[in-house]
């Protein structure tokens, strides 16, 4: 059974770098039919999709936070890596790792389902 | 501000049926049958209920029903129970040529009175 867990520093000053990690177990993180993305919730907010990680490494991010954020995917570790650059106290909040089905024909992703699997989260405060 | 619409709260008593819109735009709902829906308890991960407009994974109950029209999706809990009291989540596709984008609503909290 795939589990996620996410894990990170828990305090983060202004201005510093925001690194979170997502380690997979029970199932395979290398395989071209599924993705994995990151995704945030403010205290008391709603949901943002942060951006997302195929199998080939590409990454699609939320237009809003594409300048700051970098996912990645160490096959080797089994495990994804998000960094948040610049970080304010609006990036408080709890950060999950999910993961989601997708089809891929001749390298072009003509599918895709939204995320399944979660990882119980981990918060981040930002704060000096 | 998100960017799809939905009401902050909507209660019933138990055995009722409650529906909750999410409104969206024709660059998101309007255009991709990838809308979803979650349920997500305090302190708890969300939980995928309905997917692609009205279908369910595997073990939720059919109490839980998609449905879309034009650029508003909706979600309608059938039977209303104790253990459906929590926030829900819609979410869907909004990418283009090249690019992915994904959001999500300012989630609904139900009330069950």
């Known amino acids: 059974q795939l589990q996620l867990q996410e894990s990170g520093p828990g305090l983060v000053k202004p201005s510093e770098t925001l690194s979170l990690t997502c380690i997979v177990s029970?199932?395979?993180?290398?395989?071209?039919?599924?993705?994995w993305g990151w995704i945030r919730q403010p205290p008391g907010k709603g949901l943002e999709w942060i951006g997302s990680v195929y199998h080939s490494g590409r990454t699609h991010k939320n237009p809003s936070l594409k300048s700051r954020v970098t996912i990645s995917v160490d096959t080797s570790k089994k495990q994804l890596s998000l960094k948040l650059t610049s970080v304010t106290a609006a990036d408080t909040a709890v950060y999950y790792c999910?993961?989601?089905?997708?089809?891929?024909?001749?390298?072009?992703?003509?599918?895709?389902?939204?995320?399944?699997?979660w990882g119980q989260g981990t918060t981040v405060a930002v704060s000096s | 501000q998100s960017a799809l619409t939905q009401p902050a709260s909507v209660s019933g008593s138990p055995g009722q049926s409650i529906t909750i819109s999410c409104t969206g735009t024709?660059?998101?709902?309007?255009?991709?049958?990838?809308v979803s829906w979650y349920q997500q308890h305090p302190g708890k991960a969300p939980k995928l209920i309905i997917y692609?407009?009205?279908e369910r994974p595997s073990g939720v109950s059919n109490r839980f029903s998609g449905s879309k029209s034009g650029n508003t999706a909706s979600l309608t809990i059938s039977g209303l129970q104790a253990e459906d009291e929590a926030d829900y989540h819609c979410f869907s596709y909004a990418g283009g040529i090249g690019f992915e984008n994904w959001v999500f609503g300012g989630g609904t909290k139900v009330t069950v009175l």
């Open positions: 692609g407009v009205s």
């Open positions: 024709n660059s998101d709902i309007g255009t991709f049958d990838l």
């Open positions: 029970g199932g395979s993180i290398s395989r071209s039919n599924y993705y």
């Open positions: 999910a993961r989601a089905a997708c089809v891929t024909t001749y390298g072009v992703v003509t599918h895709r389902d939204p995320f399944d699997i």
